[in-house]
């Protein structure tokens, strides 16, 4: 199998740049290429499909709808919970990202919506769902996996997954 286009269970490197209505929301141009294993939801599925095939150097402008980025919004997905069940030291702020588990051990990423006195709104929809996402990117790199990346299903960089 050639390792010359992206494809399952290749590390892709790739620059890119995020846009949601017509706002630059994330780029690599600060943080340098970002690195993920193909075919492992390292990234949102619409994206990784579009890029399916790429060589490097190629670039691709690719709009991605919410079903295939970060979902639809859900309404249903807000939960109250006591200003007393935080810890006494953590800064509430919106949009402050937490996991947290429930009744059964599962643990969800949830986002400070808002807060009172009495209450701290949590919502479980990713900041992103339901938004139109358009990324412009561009293959810089293409390798084989390590055996412990294809193990655990991401790349490893300097001993730190990204």
Known sequence: MSKDTVQ????????YTLKVDGEVL???KDSG?????????NIVPGLE?????????????VVVSPEDGYGEFDEEAFVDVP??????????EEGLE????????????????SFDDEDVTL?????????????????TGLREPTSEELDHGHV????HQH
């Open 98 to 113: 937490m996991m947290v588990t429930d009744e059964d051990g599962n643990q969800q990423m949830a986002y400070v919506d």
């Open 26 to 28: 994330d780029s690599s």
């Open 83 to 92: 200003v007393s069940e935080f810890p006494d030291d953590m800064e509430l």
């Open 49 to 61: 499909r579009e890029m399916i095939g790429m060589k490097v150097g190629e670039s691709k402008d």
């Open 123 to 139: 919502s479980f929809n990713h900041p992103l769902a339901g938004a139109e996402l358009h990324f412009s990117v561009k293959v």
């Open 33 to 41: 290429p970002l690195s993920f294993l193909a075919g492992h939801d």
């Open 156 to 159: 490893h960089e300097d001993g």
């Open 8 to 15: 399952n269970g290749v590390v892709v490197s790739m620059e």
